[in-house]
């Protein structure tokens, strides 16, 4: 199967922010939405929007999106669907795609991410070509380990047009 784009994102990744009020609901973090479209493991894709810290926890501006997917303590994601918010459990996800551009993109080339060229075949029958945005030593620095060393849940893929974020779970085959 190969994959059908929806047009979920059509004022680019960062659609708003929200300051956090003041009074009782001071104990809100300030967030900032990504619109992004979620594919899961049954190949249902949902319009989402997901709520990022205004801060990192690592020091470096807001929080980016492969942060709070890869954040070790969070198993359910609150995220916005049309007028609602849902709370989607990270597992089931088999991948997030962003239109455009991510600022983690830059951040992880200026610290020496390498591109690995792939053919991906998802568990849930999509099949993505682009390329994985590595950080590895260089004395492992094959796609394969990168597959096989990370802790990370999702691997960033850039694909045409679209940052991708695969479930490392998901994934049947690389080519």
Do not use: H
Request: contains cysteine; hydrophobic residues 45%.
């Amino acid at each position: 199967m190969s994959v059908a784009w929806s047009s979920v994102a059509t004022k680019g990744p960062w659609q708003e922010e929200k300051p956090s009020p003041a009074g009782l609901e001071s104990y809100r973090m300030g967030v900032a939405g990504v619109a992004a479209e979620a594919v899961l493991w049954n190949g249902e894709s949902m319009a989402i929007s997901f709520y990022l810290r205004l801060a990192s926890a690592l020091g470096m501006g807001r929080e980016t999106l492969g942060e709070r997917l890869n954040d070790a303590g969070t198993r359910f994601l609150p995220c916005k669907t049309e007028n609602r918010v849902e709370i989607l459990n990270l597992n089931w996800i088999s991948y997030i795609r962003v239109a455009g551009i991510l600022p983690e993109i830059a951040q992880l080339e200026e610290i020496g991410a390498a591109r690995q060229r792939a053919k991906v075949v998802l568990q849930s029958g999509y099949f993505l070509e682009g390329e994985f945005l590595c950080v590895l030593p260089t004395e492992r620095s094959r796609l394969s380990d990168f597959l096989n060393l990370g802790s990370e849940r999702f691997l960033l893929f850039l694909a045409p047009a679209a940052v991708l974020y695969i479930n490392r779970d998901s994934i049947v085959r690389v080519v």
